[in-house]
C-alpha cells in the first residue's frame, strides 16, 4: 500500500472562511485538483481524504448530506482519472473533544487499524492548514502546505508550532512534489 493522505476543503476543494459545505451545489474543486489527483492515481498512490467536518456535529448538515457529497466528488474525480482510495472524517464539533479531530490522529489511526501499517517516513500529508501539518507531523508522516485554502501566504507559517517540509501552491505541485521525493527513495 502506497497511501498519501490528503485535507479535502483548501486542498481538492475550494475553502470558505465562514461557511461549511453543506451540499454538493456548494461544492467547487480548486482549478488542479483533477490534474493532481490523477497524476498521484497514475503513479500508483492509494489517496486517502482526511477531513474535518465539524458542520455534521453542528447539526448544519447531514451524514448523508455529507455522504452525497462524497460520492458525487469520487464519481466526478474518476470522470478525470483520478481515484479516491478511502475518506474519514472527523464530524465532531472543537467541544466534543473527540480523538479523531485534526489536530489529533485519531483518523490516521483508524485508517493504520483498517487498512494496515504503512512505511509512514516516506508518506505524505497534504493541507492548507495549521491543524493538518501538526496531524502529519504528530503521525510520523513527511508534510506538504499548499497555498490554495486558509493559508495564503508563505510567511504565515513562521508563528506554527509544526512547519511543514514543503510549501506549494496547489495540489498539482505537491504531487509533483511527492512524486519525485517517492522515487528519490526507491
Ligand atoms: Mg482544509
Ligand atoms: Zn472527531
Not at 13 to 26: A, L, N
Not at 98 to 116: D, M, S, T, V, Y
Not at 119 to 129: H, I, P, Q, S
Not at 153 to 176: C, G, M, R
Request: glycine fraction near 8%; aromatic fraction near 10%; hydrophobic fraction near 35%.
Amino acid at each position: 500500500m502506497k497511501p498519501v493522505f490528503l485535507d479535502r476543503d483548501g486542498v481538492i476543494s475550494i475553502f470558505t472562511p465562514d461557511d461549511y459545505i453543506k451540499k454538493w451545489s456548494e461544492f467547487e474543486f480548486l482549478p488542479t485538483a483533477f490534474e493532481g489527483l490523477k497524476k498521484l492515481t497514475e503513479n500508483g498512490f492509494d489517496i486517502v481524504i482526511i477531513s474535518n467536518q465539524a458542520g455534521v456535529g453542528r447539526g448544519l448538515f447531514s451524514i448523508e448530506d455529507l455522504q452525497n457529497i462524497t460520492q458525487k466528488m469520487q464519481q466526478e474525480l474518476k470522470k478525470h482519472g483520478a481515484e479516491i482510495y478511502k475518506v474519514y472524517y472527523c464530524v465532531h464539533k472543537k467541544e466534543d473533544d473527540c480523538n479523531c479531530r485534526k489536530p489529533k490522529i485519531g483518523l490516521i489511526e483508524q485508517f493504520i487499524a483498517e487498512n494496515g501499517e504503512f512505511e509512514r517516513e516516506k508518506t505524505f500529508f497534504v493541507g492548507d492548514a495549521d491543524v493538518d501539518i501538526e496531524t502529519g507531523i504528530k503521525s510520523g508522516l513527511r508534510t506538504i502546505l499548499v497555498l490554495s485554502g486558509k493559508t495564503k501566504l508563505v510567511d504565515e507559517v513562521q508563528s506554527w508550532n509544526f512547519k511543514p517540509e514543503f510549501i506549494a501552491n496547489n495540489i498539482k505541485e505537491a504531487a509533483d512534489i511527492i512524486i519525485k521525493e517517492t522515487k528519490k527513495g526507491e
